[in-house]
């Protein structure tokens, strides 16, 4: 594989167009977690997401990391599936993690990986390519925007956690 700023221009259009399959996982998502803790998650508008996209390529470290990710997993099948599951479900979390951004969000996107790849089948995909990695990437993608998205209030407003610096600073 070779990327370029091409390749990568190429992957962000193609996360975009994705907005009518992730958006809904996004948000079944949400609803899951939210009874699962018991707390309201807004759900996202595909502009959000589109929105979101766009400021996840517009950063070129992380563009070219997602992109990768993106095109390996497009493209990415294995002769009976299963032998291959480690390596799409390592890219999926990568990427998850990417999209979210540093900890502790990147760790969440990970963890919510998993929950997203168990509802999300080959099926679900929108261009029916039928490549093992496909599934992953759609959670992958869902996870991570989910993430990255406001709409939890435990996100809102300041952490009771932090730590203001010293006066004689």
Do not use: K
Not at 21 to 40: A, K
Not at 75 to 98: K, M, Q, S, T, W
């Amino acid at each position: 594989m070779h990327v370029t700023p091409e390749t990568v221009r190429d992957e962000h259009a193609w996360v975009r167009e994705r907005a009518p399959v992730v958006v809904p996982v996004i948000n079944g998502t949400r609803e899951r977690l939210g009874r699962l803790f018991d707390t309201e998650v807004d759900p996202v508008a595909p502009e959000a997401y589109r929105r979101e996209v766009d400021a996840v390529f517009a950063d070129g470290e992380v563009a070219v990391n997602v992109a990768g990710c993106v095109a390996l997993l497009r493209d990415l099948d294995v002769a009976g599936d299963y032998p291959g599951f480690v390596v799409d479900e390592v890219l999926g979390r990568e990427l998850a993690a990417a999209i979210a951004g540093g900890r502790p969000l990147s760790l969440l996107a990970q963890a919510t990986f998993h929950l997203v790849d168990v509802q999300v089948t080959e099926d679900a995909t929108a261009d029916g390519a039928g490549a093992a990695g496909a599934d992953d990437l759609d959670a992958a993608l869902a996870a991570g925007f989910q993430t990255r998205l406001p709409g939890w209030d435990w996100r809102e407003g300041e952490s009771p956690f932090a730590v203001e610096p010293p006066a004689d600073r």
